[in-house]
């Protein structure tokens, strides 16, 4: 496999790449930037280090657009609907 960017696994992961920069930084893993590529080893280690944290992220993410499509059916004039 080849490298991956930081800034590329903080996307899919769901957060900044500032946040991944200090979880990375946390398990001494050497990174320099967002720009910085990762040998697949700590890419691995980052996914199995982080699955907790991005599985409540996905939770959260999940919740709010469920929370979001709840507010816009109620803020829909009955009359917008089509049936």
Request: with cysteine; glycine share 2%.
């Given at each position: 496999?080849?490298?991956?960017?930081?800034?590329?696994?903080?996307?899919?992961?769901?957060?900044?790449?500032?946040e991944l920069m200090g979880h990375l930084a946390e398990m001494k893993i050497?990174?320099?930037?967002a720009s910085s590529a990762l040998e697949d080893a700590y890419v691995a280690?980052?996914?199995?280090?982080?699955?907790?944290?991005?599985?409540?992220?996905?939770?959260?993410?999940?919740?709010?657009?469920?929370?979001?499509?709840?507010?816009?059916?109620?803020?829909?004039?009955?009359?917008?609907?089509?049936?």
């Amino acid at each position: 496999m080849a490298k991956v960017r930081v800034s590329t696994l903080a996307k899919e992961f769901g957060m900044t790449s500032k946040e991944l920069m200090g979880h990375l930084a946390e398990m001494k893993i050497p990174a320099k930037s967002a720009s910085s590529a990762l040998e697949d080893a700590y890419v691995a280690m980052v996914r199995k280090q982080l699955a907790s944290v991005i599985e409540a992220r996905a939770q959260e993410v999940e919740a709010a657009k469920q929370a979001e499509e709840q507010a816009s059916l109620i803020t829909t004039p009955l009359w917008c609907m089509v049936v």
